[in-house]
């Protein structure tokens, strides 16, 4: 257990619509990071929070966005569901921000009909 | 950006067999980790390890820097080995982490 959460397991919806997928980080973790796992790109980075900031932005298309909040959970938001973006999203978390092993939780598979 | 290139893409092992996974990229990197994908999706964090030689039980895994490569030693392979390994590189001050494409690793009884 990677002690990092992440809700729901399985997202089953259709083109579209709009989904919220949420993370807790392990306790202590400060900076959150979401990434896409998909069978055509590979695992990508999308987007970074600390500390209830964002810090750093990949390849995140204009239809998703996310935040992290004083809790220190965070959110990602994906609108406008196209089938393409059918993955396995996944949350990790850090203690600072940059060089320090990051811990994975166990993915939100979302599939687009 | 970094270009993280994994060999081999695909490796099957009878128990008890040892291999050698290796991960080279194309600049100078923060830091470097491995990372265990099993069948059930799960990543793993294996090693942080951006310089040096660490061990964690039959896993094992050396970062030259300066020679722009790691490798990844599994002894002794056992079928929970099974499932793709991931390197991962942290190429700036952001945190991100660039992943390679993994190897895909089989281990049969």
């Known amino acids: 257990d990677s002690g990092v959460t992440q809700t729901p397991k399985h997202l089953i919806t259709a083109t579209g619509q709009r989904v919220t997928l949420r993370c807790s980080p392990r306790s202590g973790d400060l900076s959150v990071y979401w990434y896409q796992q998909s069978l055509d790109q590979g695992l990508q980075f999308l987007i970074q929070y600390y500390n209830g900031e964002e810090r750093a932005k990949g390849n995140i298309l204009e239809r998703f966005s996310a935040q992290q909040f004083p809790d220190l959970h965070s959110e990602l938001n994906l609108s406008s569901l196209e089938l393409g973006d059918s993955a396995l999203y996944f949350c990790?978390?850090?203690?600072?921000?940059?060089?320090?092993?990051?811990?994975f939780g166990d993915g939100t598979r979302l599939s687009i009909l | 950006g970094i270009q993280v290139e994994q060999s081999p893409p695909d490796l099957i092992l009878q128990e008890g067999a040892n291999s050698t996974l290796r991960c080279n990229f194309s600049d100078s990197v923060n830091n470097l980790q491995w990372f265990h994908q099993n069948p059930w999706g799960q990543l793993i964090n294996l090693f942080y390890i951006p310089s040096g030689t660490k061990q964690n039980g039959r896993l094992s895994a050396t970062t030259v820097a300066t020679e722009r490569y790691s490798l990844l030693y599994i002894s002794s392979s056992q079928t929970t080995d099974s499932g793709v390994y991931f390197c991962a590189v942290e190429a700036d001050s952001w945190g991100k982490l660039q992943f390679g494409a993994g190897t895909q690793v089989v281990v049969t009884p």
């Open positions: 990790a978390s850090s203690v600072s921000a940059s060089n320090q092993p990051q811990h």
